[in-house]
């Protein structure tokens, strides 16, 4: 079903998914509505894709609404917040699942990529985290996606590796400061996942690359990254904070 009752009337939790228009953020909002939540699909620019993604919650009888925001803009980070809460009431669960790639190699980095990246990757999350502490509830969740690429430091992935690296520090940091709270913060590193984020670049190639790596010799695919999600957000979490889960199948093991 769609929002249609008055937010004090339902008690079921809130999750905002930023990036929720295609890829993981998709599977992500999907996953939360089929486990009761209620979705907040959030996006930049991808309208169509959002729309999608709520069209589809819908049909499967979840609850869910699109909010634009650029997260790269201290009011519209705000703002996302304030609507979500006013449409629902509450904001229990913050997915900061919004990001960009880039590969090139360090001595041919401008500061253009630099800016471009740093400002979505790091200083958006920044500012999602940063809401989320202000507006969460007792007992919510938070989490963090990042990427294997921060441990495996491949050619060519200084910036995005650079970029995910802050929001997975970020993390922690709040980790220790909202836990008296009973918030858990947390982060999921996915390994190379079938998203369309792999067509900035050879595809077919890259997928194959992605499967040899993995010990379980597949690709990840945005349905595996959504379960572990739901986990940590679910009361099976509760205990689980200020920690980086590989959700990769095997590609790192450490």
């Not at 709520?54 to 499967?60: D, H, R, S, T």
């Not at 519209?76 to 629902?88: H, I, K, P, T």
Request: hydrophobic content about 45%; proline content about 2%; glycine content about 12%.
């Amino acid at each position: 079903m769609n929002d249609k009752d008055p937010a004090q009337a339902d008690e079921r939790r809130v999750a905002i998914v930023s990036g929720g228009g295609s890829g993981i953020g998709r599977a992500i909002c999907q996953r939360l509505a089929r486990d009761g939540l209620r979705v907040v699909v959030a996006h930049a620019r991808s309208a169509a894709g959002a729309q999608q993604t709520l069209e589809g919650i819908v049909a499967a009888g979840g609850t869910a609404c699109a909010l634009q925001a650029d997260i790269r803009v201290e009011a519209e980070v705000q703002a996302l917040f304030a609507a979500a809460r006013e449409r629902y009431g509450r904001i229990d669960v913050v997915i900061n699942n919004a990001g960009i790639g880039h590969m090139k190699s360090f001595r041919n980095i401008d500061m253009a990529d630099y800016d471009r990246l740093f400002a979505v990757n790091a200083r958006g999350t920044f500012m999602m985290c940063r809401e989320a502490a202000r507006c969460i509830g007792d007992g919510g969740r938070i989490v963090n996606i990042s990427s294997g690429i921060t441990v495996a430091n491949s050619e060519g992935m200084a910036l995005y590796a650079g970029s995910k690296a802050a929001l997975e520090a970020f993390a922690k940091v709040l980790a220790r400061e909202l836990a008296p709270r009973g918030i858990t913060v947390n982060i999921v590193s996915p390994g190379m996942t079938d998203t369309p984020m792999l067509e900035g670049g050879d595809a077919q190639m890259l997928r194959k690359v992605g499967a040899s790596l993995a010990a379980m010799k597949r690709l990840g695919q945005p349905g595996d990254i959504a379960d572990a999600v739901a986990a940590l957000v679910s009361n099976d979490g509760r205990w689980i904070t200020g920690q980086n889960i590989h959700v990769d199948g095997g590609t790192i093991i450490v």
